[in-house]
C-alpha cells in the first residue's frame, strides 16, 4: 500500500445562481486521479454541485511544510492509520 501523499488541487464551479467560485483544496491521497475525485465528493456535496460544473485547473503535490496545520495533523493521522 502506497503511502498518502497531500495534494493541492485548485479550480472553479459554477453555482445555481451562475455565479463562479474558485477554490483550493488540500487532500490527502496516494494518486492524483484519487484527489480529483476527492475534491468531486467535497464539493459536490457541500455546495450540491454536479461533477460536471466542476473545473479542475491544476494538481500538484503539495509540500506538508507549506500546507496549513489543521491540514498536517490529517496527514500524520493518515499515516499512523495506513499501516
Known sequence: MAAPRLYLVSGSFKLKNGETVK???YVTATKPYEAVQKVFELIGSNHKV???????????EAPIDEAPDEIKALVYIDR???Y
Open 50 to 60: 454536479k461533477r460536471g460544473q466542476i473545473r479542475i485547473d491544476r494538481v500538484e
Open 80 to 82: 499512523i492509520i495506513a
Open 23 to 25: 477554490f483550493k483544496k
